[in-house]
């Protein structure tokens, strides 16, 4: 983590604010830091001072930083904050293979693995996806797995019943959740309202500076937040589009 952004003494000026936004739970005020024009050699703005960004980058930027901000709320809420809910197993035993099965219903928004998949690697890059998927507490944790369970046949009316070669049970692939998944949601509150500045370095590159809590504006006092709930990230442009290159919560 780079020095606590200090405040310059020339006017900070910040543009492109966008209103407060809701997504789902989430709130995000986004603001972009302008840099300051070729020639000011003030020490105390971060970044790449010889990068001028566009609007049109600095729009673009924002708009993926608002979108991946608010999806990487939501595997957080999967991955640390919450979990799916789960089918305890019979007498409260704790399951054989280490897996409980998510429940499943006409609400579930995630019912495969494949979803869950689709849904991290549409935020973070193949690296840092691969940590959330199989590394989320840095002791190869996979919180959801593919799970197989026996469940009771079924089979056409037609068929006979007292057929004793059809099997009783056939086995199923489901979507399982790790028995040693234990939900931290400490920060869940925070990370719901937050702030975020959002500083191009590239036309492919961008630095985000999340404030946890929010009531962060071009007005604030940069230097007086604690680190405590200061969150900084990579963002960087794939040929699949934008895409956070950490995990952090």
Known sequence: MSDTEKKSKAPLIITIVIAVLAVSALVILLFVLKKPAEGNNSSENSGNISFQPTQELNLECTYAAHD??????????????????YETEPYGNEPEDGLYTVTVDATSKYTKLEEIEELVKSVYTDEAAEKVLHDID??????????????????DDSEQESDESRPMYVEEEVLGISASFKPDNSKKSLWASSSVRVEPTSETTC??????????????DL??????????????KTENGWRLTDFAC
């Open 68 to 85: 991946l901000v608010a999806q990487s709320y939501e595997v957080m809420r999967l991955f640390v904050f919450d979990g799916l809910a």
């Open 138 to 155: 840095g002791n190869g944790l996979s919180v959801y797995q593919k799970r197989k369970v026996l469940v009771e046949a079924e089979y």
């Open 207 to 220: 630095d985000l500076t999340v404030y946890l809590g929010g009531g962060v504006n071009d007005s604030t």
């Open 223 to 236: 230097s007086a937040i604690s680190e405590d709930v200061i969150v900084r990230l990579g963002m960087i």
